[in-house]
């Protein structure tokens, strides 16, 4: 556990990466900026004002650190503009976008635009709206990409676990999307196979989850969701032909060779799966909270993909470490782009 925890920071460390965090009015932030910054894990801009960090955290030494306050910086006139022309079609006027720029988000998502930092983390005292949707308006969505979607990177607790074998798997979405379509899904199951990879470093086993496997459960007459999954299925097998990915699944027989062996004996996924797409956020939310409470996961994220640039939602119960291995995340996203 504390081992896939260090290489993520480490794996962080060494590809240099300049990271926005945009609350500097937090203590557990200016903290974690601070830590960072001394551990080498990214270089860290700050967004906040230099007398209130004196005064939310007096004993928190930020050398290395830069700060910026978006009221002073003479950069918010030039992020102002770069706002007025992704938004002026949806009403935005340079006066709107001088006065929208000076919010401390929006200008680390400026900030992230613009290419003067690799990766923008938020959201330990902002609502996951407040700190998304500058994200959604000027960041947008990567290329042939429709959906932001979310995973958790759900680390085995000490001593491991039996069907675990790689230490770690990923489950999404758990956060974002409540009842994403078929084509939403193998979408998820796509961006969630490369985060396993970048992040996770494990080889994806994507596992398409249902209350059925392979056909044996019909909702037909209810919410359809069986079917909805094996569409998934296909549409992810087309877009991606060479992943390693199969269902419908019960959970079960995406986990348990024996269970594999008789629910879906054909299947060169079920029984080994370390990536697991979720049919709704009920089910998502409900499963990853299970694992981590009684199987004793760590539960990383949620990890925000599908964005153009890197960008991350924190809890706001976060704690400090919480902001730490999201900075890293957000780096080693950076350092995968193409």
């Given at each position: 556990?504390?081992?896939?925890?260090?290489?993520?920071?480490?794996?962080?460390?060494?590809?240099?990466?300049?990271?926005?965090?945009?609350?500097?009015?937090?203590?557990?932030v200016?903290?974690?900026a601070?830590?960072?910054?001394?551990?080498?894990?990214?270089?860290?801009?700050?967004?906040?004002?230099?007398?209130?960090?004196?005064?939310?955290?007096?004993?928190?030494?930020?050398?290395?650190?830069?700060?910026?306050d978006?009221?002073?910086?003479?950069?918010?006139?030039?992020?102002?503009?770069?706002?007025?022309?992704?938004?002026?079609?949806?009403?935005?006027?340079?006066?709107?976008?001088?006065?929208?720029?000076?919010?401390?988000?929006?200008?680390g998502?400026?900030?992230?635009?613009?290419?003067?930092?690799?990766?923008?983390?938020?959201?330990?005292?902002?609502?996951?709206?407040?700190?998304?949707?500058?994200?959604?308006?000027?960041?947008?969505t990567?290329?042939?990409?429709?959906?932001?979607?979310?995973?958790?990177?759900?680390?085995?607790?000490?001593?491991?676990?039996?069907?675990?074998?790689?230490?770690?798997?990923v489950?999404?979405?758990c956060?974002?999307?409540?009842c994403?379509?078929?084509?939403?899904?193998?979408?998820?199951?796509?961006?969630?196979?490369?985060t396993?990879?970048?992040?996770?470093?494990?080889?994806?086993?994507?596992?398409?989850?249902?209350?059925?496997?392979?056909g044996?459960?019909?909702?037909?007459?209810?919410?359809?969701?069986?079917?909805?999954?094996?569409?998934?299925?296909?549409?992810?097998?087309?877009?991606?032909p060479?992943?390693?990915?199969?269902?419908?699944?019960?959970?079960d027989?995406a986990?348990?060779?024996?269970?594999?062996?008789?629910?879906?004996?054909?299947?060169?996924?079920a029984?080994?799966?370390?990536v697991?797409?979720?049919?709704d956020?009920?089910?998502?939310?409900?499963?990853?909270?299970?694992a981590?409470?009684?199987?004793?996961?760590i539960?990383?994220?949620?990890?925000?993909?599908?964005?153009?640039?890197?960008?991350?939602?924190?809890?706001?119960?976060?704690c400090?470490?919480?902001?730490?291995?999201?900075?890293?995340v957000?780096?080693?996203?950076?350092?995968?782009?193409?």
């Amino acid at each position: 556990m504390a081992s896939m925890l260090e290489r993520i920071k480490k794996n962080a460390a060494a590809v240099g990466k300049k990271i926005v965090l945009c609350e500097g009015e937090d203590r557990r932030v200016i903290e974690a900026a601070a830590q960072i910054t001394r551990e080498g894990i990214a270089e860290i801009v700050l967004v906040g004002n230099a007398d209130e960090c004196a005064k939310v955290a007096p004993d928190v030494d930020l050398t290395g650190v830069t700060l910026i306050d978006p009221l002073t910086s003479d950069k918010t006139e030039y992020y102002a503009n770069i706002l007025y022309e992704a938004r002026k079609n949806k009403g935005m006027t340079p006066e709107l976008a001088r006065e929208a720029a000076k919010d401390r988000t929006m200008f680390g998502a400026l900030m992230l635009k613009a290419g003067d930092v690799d990766g923008y983390v938020s959201g330990a005292c902002h609502s996951t709206a407040n700190t998304l949707r500058p994200g959604l308006q000027v960041i947008k969505t990567a290329p042939d990409t429709n959906i932001v979607s979310s995973c958790f990177i759900m680390i085995a607790p000490e001593g491991g676990n039996q069907y675990c074998k790689d230490g770690v798997f990923v489950f999404a979405d758990c956060a974002l999307n409540i009842c994403p379509t078929a084509e939403q899904l193998a979408e998820i199951a796509v961006t969630s196979a490369n985060t396993a990879k970048t992040i996770a470093g494990i080889e994806p086993r994507v596992a398409m989850l249902s209350f059925s496997t392979k056909g044996s459960g019909n909702d037909a007459k209810f919410t359809n969701t069986v079917a909805k999954m094996q569409k998934a299925t296909e549409l992810a097998k087309e877009m991606a032909p060479d992943l390693k990915l199969d269902g419908e699944f019960q959970f079960d027989a995406a986990l348990v060779p024996k269970v594999a062996a008789i629910k879906a004996p054909g299947s060169d996924i079920a029984g080994s799966a370390n990536v697991f797409i979720f049919p709704d956020i009920n089910a998502g939310n409900i499963g990853y909270k299970i694992a981590e409470r009684l199987g004793g996961f760590i539960a990383v994220g949620p990890i925000c993909q599908g964005f153009a640039k890197p960008l991350n939602d924190l809890s706001r119960g976060c704690c400090t470490e919480d902001i730490v291995l999201a900075v890293a995340v957000t780096a080693l996203q950076a350092g995968s782009s193409k």
